[in-house]
T-cell receptor, first 112, second 114 residues
Framework: KQEVTQIPAALSVPEGENLVLNCSFT??????LQWFRQDPGKGLTSLLL?????REQTSGRLNASLDKSSGRSTLYIAASQPGDSATYLC???????????FGTGTRLQVTL | ETGVTQTPRHLVMGMTNKKSLKCEQH?????MYWYKQSAKKPLELMFV???????ENNSVPSRFSPECPNSSHLFLHLHTLQPEDSALYLC?????????????FGSGTRLTVV
């Protein structure tokens, strides 16, 4: 059974800092991994999708890496801004099953 | 409209009421999903529909009844719910049933059962 863990559960950084969010998963036989952002009481916004054959994906100030063998993914946010404050969720698609396994998220606060 | 649209955004219902949640996707996707998000818990998959056919029911109580009349619309019919069913209900879609191109989520319906 796939389990996804995100550390830290919460993080507060001053504006302008670079930061890394971590995601680990127990079963390395994944199909792909997707990072989402969720604002309070809102739905999920997709940030980056990494296929199992890829090592990283970049979009603007965001960079996500994937190391299947160690069961880890990181989301790097450069030059953080207050608007980046949200909960970041990592979700793993395992094998051919339709199930997407989510972590419990990292709640990020970027302060002025 | 584009993306995945869910209505209503908020719903308060009594335990004896019957209500429905609606989800519509304008992406041409073939698979649609219902997820439940409770406080302090990871998202839980409830139902999967692929080309209008239900392909997965994740041991969801019968008081939740999904309906998928076509690939663009998904409903969740609710009846005789319990207070512990209060949660954010999220609809998602994917181009294919395997999620190869990732998933797109709606903004959710915040359900409160009183």
């Amino acid at each position: 059974k796939q389990e996804v863990t995100q550390i830290p559960a919460a993080l507060s950084v001053p504006e302008g800092e670079n930061l890394v969010l971590n995601c680990s998963f127990t079963d390395s036989a994944i199909y792909n991994l997707q990072w989402f952002r969720q604002d309070p009481g809102k739905g999920l916004t997709s940030l980056l999708l990494i296929q199992s054959s890829q090592r990283e994906q970049t979009s603007g100030r965001l960079n996500a890496s994937l190391d299947k063998s160690s069961g880890r993914s990181t989301l790097y946010i450069a030059a953080s801004q207050p608007g980046d404050s949200a909960t970041y969720l990592c979700a793993v698609k395992s094998g051919t099953a339709s199930k997407l396994t989510f972590g419990t998220g990292t709640r990020l606060q970027v302060t002025l | 409209e584009t993306g995945v649209t869910q209505t209503p955004r908020h719903l308060v219902m009594g335990m004896t009421n019957k209500k429905s949640l609606k989800c519509e996707q304008h992406l041409g996707h073939n698979a649609m999903y219902w997820y439940k998000q409770s406080a302090k818990k990871p998202l839980e998959l409830m139902f999967v529909y692929n080309f209008k056919e239900q392909t997965e029911n994740n041991s969801v109580p019968s008081r939740f009844s999904p309906e998928c009349p076509n690939s663009s619309h998904l409903f969740l019919h609710l009846h005789t719910l319990q207070p512990e069913d209060s949660a954010l209900y999220l609809c998602a879609s994917s181009q294919d049933g395997q999620g190869f191109y990732g998933y797109t989520f709606g903004s959710g319906t915040r359900l409160t059962v009183v």
